[in-house]
Structure formats: structure tokens, C-alpha cells
């Protein structure tokens, strides 16, 4: 059944309804922790624990999170001859969100050229173009290893308060495991995603069977394995997986091949591109490597993202698809040379884009954007054969409002006899009983519920944590950040000296290749510390001046796509709770990804360290 053609009048009118029933006044409110009764469900299932005796030394860095952020800016930092280097981590080993995220099916929607760092340095090459999670787990270690990261490590452990003591010039660290010791430096990168969190759906606690979050998968109960094994126990088994984010995405088809009867409960359906993975040839990989071809791939990234011109696009995949149809549409009649050359004008003349040049991007993106989901909403109709199921997987907002996911087997399995979509019509589970789940006052018993329902986004730092710095006169980071971030370059904090946070807020925002931003502060974290050890200095500290400046800039960023109001709610946009001034401090700088990394490579090559002070 082919839908009748829409107009874009009755496509935004559309967009609006579908965004009214899903907006909730409790937004981000309407989750629950893995903690209380529901703790259980927060254990490590992948490394058991191990008993050990508490710390109590001196470290030169102590880095909270042994994912990516602290892997690249330990390697970082050995390079730059830093030995004494300490990782934390309450998982079991390194990796961050591919330690936990081990669901059948995780893999990058990012291409691994770009997304898996040090590639360069670790000689390794990449077996596709979007890798599985177990490969990416893997090249973490393989990171750890190489520079000697899980000397000092420790794991299993929870930071409790990290402390300035004035007198030493140092910061403590006390943790659950009893450890008690300093570190002249810290930094913090826990990631955005990394406590998961559950629907607060009514009766959720009385459910009898098996349940788990995706990002803790039991597969003792579910058989098969992260590598692929099917799950061969779920072969008697009716499973029910909540949500269909990126994760259910991936999740959905393997589940639907072993499940005896899988439901997939949908809230807000995916937009779901092509993928077209394919496995990267080494002769191919040998001709592209040469010294710093990974910074060129990572920069030629930002700039078909960033709405620029470039000669040539070395990724060419959905993410930049999304650019290259905005800056055709853009474009209108002006030649491609014409407008090539305006851009390096702008570019070397600081001159900001007209009112008129904004408006024309906004109109352009706002149809290349229609044409773009008319896309994606057909190929749904001409690859799930039931024409209701069809139907409700189509998605009713613009592409950028939700995370845009990318696969060829998660359509395919609705048209598997043993799944069955159940949609919520934007409302979400109803209830859960002993033996099930309702919707629309039909109850669907099950074996086991799978909670696909993602990750907490905008908690307070704390919170989200489970500690807080507490710095100079005793001011907690929390405090400091109450009314929304301040930072200098999303790294450094007045009040904080020699500590870093390692985000992408208050930077380069970039969130289709979440590890160039952590390749970036590294390279800054590497050269100020660097600079403090070689010339003796005790402390690092942004001034306050430099940071409130920073902020200004910040706030001068232009509600995105992303952040737009106007979109169908979710973590990307605030729960569609609006364009706060704590939000608006949570974006990116305004010249986007590009801008900052332009901005940061200028800062770090003038080499004088602006708004920052350095003391002996
Ligand atoms: P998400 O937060 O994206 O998805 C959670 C899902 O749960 C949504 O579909 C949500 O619906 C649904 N949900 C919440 N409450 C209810 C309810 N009461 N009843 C029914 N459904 C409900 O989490 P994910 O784990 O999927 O993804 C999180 C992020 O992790 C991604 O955005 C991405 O950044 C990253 N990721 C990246 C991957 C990659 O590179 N390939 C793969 C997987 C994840 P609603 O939309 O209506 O809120």
C-alpha cells in the first residue's frame, strides 16, 4: 500500500501532532535509575569481582573513566613522557561504553577510520567499515596495552570525593575499595551515556521473569554471545524489548532470529537510513596510510559535516549525506567554484554568514530534511510487507531530532513470523504485571523484558557520578556548574586547578564521531601538562574572566536542529523542555565543530596558553 503524497504543510502539520502526544511535563523525570530495587539489574555480568587492598600512593594523573577519553589522553600523555598515569573505572576493565554496551549486534554507526583512535599510532586496520562492538573493545584494549595503561589502573572501583588540598598543591582521591591516595593532576571523562536508566512505567517492579538493560546483557540466560552465537536459549522463550533507539536497532534482529516470539514495544519509531557496511580491503587500507592520514580523515569528516564546500568527501555515508543534500539545496544556481571561494573568504576574513545566508541554510535544510524522510519513510513501506507495521514504523519528525540510525536487517525482521510490533501510539507502555506488559488494555505475556530504554542524558553532574569535585576554598563542582556549565573550552574550570573535563559541551559539540572530540582535548590536555612539568609549575587554572568570556561565546550558539523545540522529544533535545539557558550553555561553540576545532588548533599552535595562569 503506497501512502498518498503529503505536502510539506501537511508534513509539518504531522510532525507537530505526533511531537503533542509524545511531550511529558515530567520529562527527563519520567526515567528510574538501576539503584534501589532495581540494583540488581546495575551489576557487572562481564568480569567478576575481584577482591584487592586499597591504594594509598601519589600518581602524577589520575583519569576518572578508562573509556575512550582516558585511554587517548593516557596514551597522550605518555607520549608526552607523563609515566605516572592512574585510570578509574567501575566497570572491569577498559573500554567505557563498549565494555558495557556488549548487546548481540553492537556495532559504530560511525566509520572506523574515524571513529577508532590511534589507528595511526597502533598500526591497526579495521575489518570494516562499521566495526561490531567486540572489535571496538578490543582496540581499546589494544590502546591500554600499548601504552601501559593498566599499570596503576583500577577497576571495579567507584570514586567517592576527589578533594584540592591548598597546602599540597595536589588533589585526594577516596574511592569504594578503601583507596586513599593524591594525584598532582585530574580529569573527568565518564561520558555522556554511561548510567543507564530505566522507563517509569506503573508495576514495573512486579514483574516475575528475567529482565535486564541492554547495556548489561545477560547471556547465560539468552545463550550465544557478543561475537554473533545465536542466542540458542531464547529458542523457548517470548522476549520483550522496550524501546527502539539506536540500540533496539541493532539488537532487534538478532533477537528475532532465536527468539521463539519477540514483541518490540514502540514509543517513538527510528528513522532508519541504509546502511551499506562492507569490510575494508588491505591493499585499499596500505594506500590511504601515510603519516597523519588519520587527522586528514577525521578534518575532512568535520568539514562535509560543517555546511563548508570540500573537494572530496572521504566518508561518504548517511551522516554526511545529511550535509552534502543541505548545501546542494543551499546552493541554489551559484556554481560550486563561486561558492567554494566565498567560503574561503568568510573563512579568512572572519566575516560571520548574512541574515539572508542563515535563512537560505534554515530553508535548505528544512527541505532537503522532507526529502530525506519521505526517503526513509518509503523505503519502510517497500521492505516491510504488513502495511500496519509498515505504517507505524514510520517515523514523523525531522532527521536530526532524533539520533538517525542506519541498518538493512532491522526492517527486514518485522517481516520474521515470530515478531510482532507493538505500537504505543507515541504513549508508552500502559503497565506491567507479574507476568507481562499492557497497551491499550491488551495484556502480552512474556518470558523476559529487555530494556532498550537508553541512558541518562541531562542529570546534574553529580548525580549522574556519584561524586563531586570539591576545589579551592571548598566549592563543589556541582555548585559551580548549578546554573548550567562554565568552562574554558569545555576542559578547564576556575576554582579547579589541574583539573579537566573531558566533553564535548562547551567545545565542539560533535556528536556524529564522538571520539574526535576526545582526540582533541587530549592533544590540549597533553601540551598544557606538558608545558606545567617541563617548567616546574604547581598549578593550571583558567581565570574566571576567561572562563565567563568562553560562555559568552557559547550563548551565542544558535538553537540547532538538534535542540529545535519544534522536534519530537528525546534526550538529543532536553525531553523537548525547550531551549533553557542551562541548555543553551550544554551546546557546542557557535561556529560549530569546525569552529572549534579551528578556534583550539590556533590556541594550542600561538602556544601562549590564553586564559589560562600558571604558577610555581
Ligand atoms: P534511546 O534513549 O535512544 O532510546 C530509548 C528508547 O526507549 C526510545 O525508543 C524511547 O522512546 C523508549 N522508551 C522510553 N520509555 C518508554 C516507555 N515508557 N514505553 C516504551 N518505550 C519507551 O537509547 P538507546 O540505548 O537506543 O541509544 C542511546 C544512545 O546510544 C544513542 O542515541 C547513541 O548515541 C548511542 N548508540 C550508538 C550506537 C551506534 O553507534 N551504532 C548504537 C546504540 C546506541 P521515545 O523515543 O519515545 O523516547
Redesign the pocket.
Known amino acids: 500500500m503506497m501512502t498518498r503524497v503529503l505536502d510539506k504543510a501537511d508534513i509539518k502539520a504531522k510532525y507537530a501532532a505526533e511531537r503533542a502526544k509524545?511531550l511529558r511535563p515530567e520529562g527527563n523525570d519520567?526515567?528510574q535509575r538501576l539503584s534501589g530495587k532495581f540494583a540488581a539489574l546495575a551489576a557487572d555480568p562481564y568480569t567478576p569481582y575481584v577482591e584487592r587492598a586499597p591504594v594509598a600512593d601519589h600518581v602524577t594523573f589520575a583519569f576518572v573513566g578508562a573509556g575512550m577519553s582516558g585511554l587517548v589522553v593516557g596514551a597522550r600523555l605518555k607520549e608526552a613522557g607523563v609515566g605516572s598515569f592512574r585510570l578509574i573505572d567501575k566497570a572491569g576493565g577498559v573500554g567505557g561504553?563498549w565494555y558495557w554496551?556488549r548487546y548481540p549486534g553492537?556495532?559504530?554507526?560511525?566509520a572506523a577510520m574515524i571513529y577508532l583512535p590511534l589507528l595511526d599510532e597502533t598500526g591497526y586496520m579495521p575489518s570494516e567499515k562499521y566495526v561490531r562492538g567486540p572489535e571496538i573493545l578490543a582496540h581499546c584494549e589494544r590502546i591500554a596495552k600499548h601504552y601501559d595503561l593498566y599499570d596503576k589502573a583500577l577497576f571495579h572501583t567507584e570514586v567517592s570525593s576527589i578533594e584540592w588540598q591548598e597546602a599540597a598543591r595536589v588533589w585526594r582521591i577516596t574511592t569504594n575499595r578503601g583507596d586513599d591516595f593524591t594525584a598532582k593532576y585530574v580529569a573527568i571523562g565518564t561520558g555522556p551515556?554511561h548510567v543507564a536508566k530505566l522507563?517509569?512505567?506503573p508495576g514495573i517492579e512486579n514483574f516475575l521473569g528475567k529482565s535486564f538493560h541492554?547495556?548489561r546483557w545477560d547471556y547465560d540466560y539468552t545463550g550465544g554471545d557478543a561475537g554473533g552465537a545465536p542466542m540458542d536459549k531464547l529458542a523457548d522463550k517470548r522476549v520483550a524489548v522496550?524501546?527502539?533507539?539506536?540500540?533496539?536497532?541493532?539488537c532487534i534482529p538478532q533477537l528475532a532470529r532465536t527468539a521463539r516470539q519477540l514483541f518490540v514495544?514502540?514509543?517513538?519509531p527510528?528513522s532508519v537510513d541504509v546502511r551499506g557496511n562492507h569490510p575494508i580491503d588491505p591493499q585499499w587500507f596500505e594506500s590511504i596510510v601515510s603519516p597523519g592520514w588519520q587527522k586528514r580523515w577525521m578534518d575532512n569528516f568535520v568539514e562535509n559535516m560543517g555546511g563548508g564546500f570540500p573537494a572530496e568527501d572521504l566518508i561518504n555515508d548517511g551522516w554526511t549525506d545529511i550535509s552534502r543534500r543541505i548545501r546542494t539545496k543551499a546552493l541554489g544556481g551559484t556554481p560550486l567554484w563561486l561558492a567554494r571561494l566565498l567560503v574561503r573568504l568568510r573563512k579568512a576574513f572572519n566575516i560571520a554568514p548574512s541574515q539572508q545566508g542563515t535563512a537560505r541554510v534554515q530553508a535548505a535544510f528544512e527541505s532537503a530534511d522532507i526529502e530525506k524522510m519521505e526517503e526513509i519513510r518509503t523505503r519502510i513501506e517497500t521492505v516491510v510487507k504488513d502495511p500496519r507495521t509498515a505504517e507505524q514504523l514510520k517515523p514523523w519528525y525531522s532527521q536530526l531530532c532524533?539520533?538517525p540510525?542506519?541498518s538493512d536487517e532491522y526492517l527486514p525482521a518485522y517481516n520474521a513470523p515470530n515478531v510482532t510490533l507493538v505500537d504505543?501510539d507515541?504513549k508508552?507502555?500502559e503497565q506491567i504485571t507479574e507476568t507481562g506488559l499492557v497497551v491499550n488494555g491488551t495484556l502480552y505475556e512474556v518470558d523476559c523484558i529487555v530494556y532498550?530504554?537508553?541512558?541518562e542524558y541531562g542529570a546534574n553532574f553529580q548525580l549522574k557520578t556519584g561524586f563531586d569535585l570539591k576545589g579551592r576554598g571548598g566549592q563543589m563542582l556541582s555548585n559551580y556548574w548549578a546554573d548550567g556549565l562554565q568552562t574554558l573550552h569545555g576542559l578547564h574550570m576556575h576554582g579547579f586547578p589541574n583539573a579537566f573535563a573531558v566533553q564535548m559541551n562547551q567545545a565542539a559539540n560533535m556528536?556524529s564521531n564522538i571520539p574526535h572530540n576526545i582526540v582533541d582535548h587530549a592533544a590540549t590536555i597533553a601540551q598544557v601538562v606538558a608545558h606545567a612539568e617541563r617548567n616546574g609549575h604547581a598549578e593550571i587554572e583558567p581565570t574566571q574572566e576567561a572562563v565567563n568570556d568562553w560562555v559568552r561565546l557559547i550563548l551565542t550558539t544558535p538553537p540547532s536542529m538538534i535542540t529545535s523545540a519544534d522536534c519530537?522529544?528525546?534526550?538529543?533535545n532536553n525531553?523537548g523542555q525547550g531551549w533553557n539557558e542551562k541548555f543553551r550553555r550544554s551546546q557546542g561553540h557557535p561556529g560549530g565543530a569546525q569552529g572549534f576545532f579551528r578556534h583550539i588548533e590556533a590556541w594550542r599552535r600561538a602556544g601562549d596558553f590564553k586564559g589560562l595562569v600558571f604558577s610555581k
Not at 522496550?242 to 541493532?250: D, E, L, N
Request: aromatic share 12%; glycine share 14%.
Open positions: 509524545r519520567q526515567y561504553t554496551n553492537a556495532r559504530c554507526d560511525t551515556l522507563p517509569g512505567i541492554t547495556s522496550i524501546g527502539t533507539g539506536a540500540t533496539s536497532v541493532q514495544f514502540q514509543r517513538t527510528s532524533k539520533r540510525c542506519f504505543t507515541g508508552g507502555v532498550a530504554s537508553g541512558f556528536v519530537t522529544p528525546g534526550f538529543w525531553e
